[in-house]
Structure formats: C-alpha cells, structure tokens
C-alpha cells in the first residue's frame, strides 16, 4: 500500500515549456485535490477531482489544466510554464466525504 | 470570509522545553480542525484532529491540541520538544460546503540541543 505517489520529485523547466505532474494513489480515494505550496503562504489549492471525469477549480487555478481520468491517477498540467509557477506541489485524496486528506511527497518544481 | 491564521512564522525552543504553536480561525459553523506537520523535504503528516466533542485532542508523536470556541483558537501543544520535532506546522481548517481546506501559511520549529 503506496498510498499517494507523485512523480516527478523535482523537475526544472524553461519559461514556456510544458509538463504534466502525476499523481497517484492506491486507496480508493474518490476525492482528489493538488495544491502548491510557496515561501509564507501556506498550501493553495489549485484545482481538485470529486471522481473521475470531473474536476473543479480551486484558489488558484490559473495557468494550470487537470484530468482525472482513472479514478486512481490525477494529472496537473502546465501548458506554458512561467517562473511564478515555481513552487513544490501536492497531490492529496480523500474518501467522498470525508474531513480527513493524505498527501504525497510533493514535487519541487523550478521555472527559469 | 474563512480564514486561517498563524501567527508565528518562527519559533525557537530548547530540546526538552514546552511548545505551544498558536492558530486561530475564521469560520461560521463548527470547524473541523487539524494540525498538520511538514518535515523537511517530505509531504504533509496529519498529527491530529478535532470534530466534536473533547475539546483537548490527543496526536501522534505526544502532541495535543485544544479547541477553544469562545477564542476561536485551536493551540497545538507539546510538554517536552525532541530535536525530531523540528518542522513546520500547519494548521488547517476544513469547510463542510465544500470539502476543501483552508491552510495557515505556517509556523517553522527550530529546536535547539
């Protein structure tokens, strides 16, 4: 039992290139959710999955895209990186519901 | 609006000393609260968790916390601090509407020998 996995660990990216963050998680979670996390400003959330095939916006969704489309797995998007989006990102899930989140390893991400 | 609010950015103590790491909350209805820690590099541990009843919450790692309505504070203590215990701390509250948390931007726990 993994629980939730985040793949990459650390990444580096070029202004305007694009990557996608994986996150996975064996528990049959329901609920998904990835937020980043900066210097002074405590976790955000960016967009977040109430099951497969749906997604919402988060506090800061801009410049991000998403896609759940196994219930295990929650893809985060950049389509045209920028040096703002550098930040360490967490995946978390949850059962439908529930008050109580899991949160992967992170994954710390550096736009130049 | 919901909010969350730490206080403290940083806090130093000596190993063996007491803690108290403070947070207060905004939120209209009865919160569900947590404490989560972050150890350096790694993700986010949930330490512990109120919903209901006994306002003193007993975690893992011999943390507490008391939920205090009329001050709208939920103070994560510890009697005697380990060196293990440096991190960052999190405090969150939970909003039932929506399933989502509303984090504290932190406070940082530096433990001196």
């Known amino acids: 039992n993994a629980g939730v996995t985040q793949t990459p660990k650390f990444r580096v990216l070029k202004t305007g290139q694009s990557m996608t963050l994986l996150c996975a998680q064996d528990?049959?979670?329901?609920?998904m959710y990835w937020y980043r996390q900066d210097p002074g400003m405590g976790l955000r959330l960016i967009h977040y999955s109430v099951g497969e095939g749906t997604t919402a916006k988060g506090e800061v969704p801009d410049g991000y895209n998403v896609s759940r489309l196994k219930k295990q797995n929650f893809l985060l998007g950049l389509e045209s990186a920028a040096p703002s989006q550098t930040s360490v990102y967490f995946c978390?899930?949850?059962?439908?519901?529930?008050?109580?989140?899991?949160f992967g390893p992170g994954t710390r991400l550096l736009v130049l | 609006a919901q909010s969350v609010t730490q206080p403290d950015i940083h806090i130093t103590v000596s190993e063996g000393a007491s803690l108290e790491l403070r947070c207060n909350y905004s939120?209209?209805?009865?919160?569900?609260l947590f404490w989560y820690v972050q150890s350096p590099g790694q993700g986010l541990q949930l330490l512990l968790k109120?919903?209901?009843?006994?306002?003193l919450v007993q975690g893992i790692k011999g943390f507490e916390a008391e939920f205090k309505r009329s001050q709208s504070s939920f103070n994560l203590r510890k009697p005697s601090v380990h060196w293990s215990d440096a991190a960052e701390y999190f405090c969150?509250?939970?909003?039932?509407?929506?399933?989502?948390?509303?984090f504290g931007t932190g406070t940082r726990l530096k433990v001196l020998a």
């Open positions: 939120y209209g209805a009865t919160p569900y």
């Open positions: 528990m049959n979670h329901e609920y």
């Open positions: 109120y919903f209901s009843g006994d306002t």
């Open positions: 969150a509250v939970f909003t039932s509407g929506t399933y989502k948390y509303i």
């Open positions: 978390a899930s949850s059962f439908q519901g529930s008050e109580t989140q899991y």
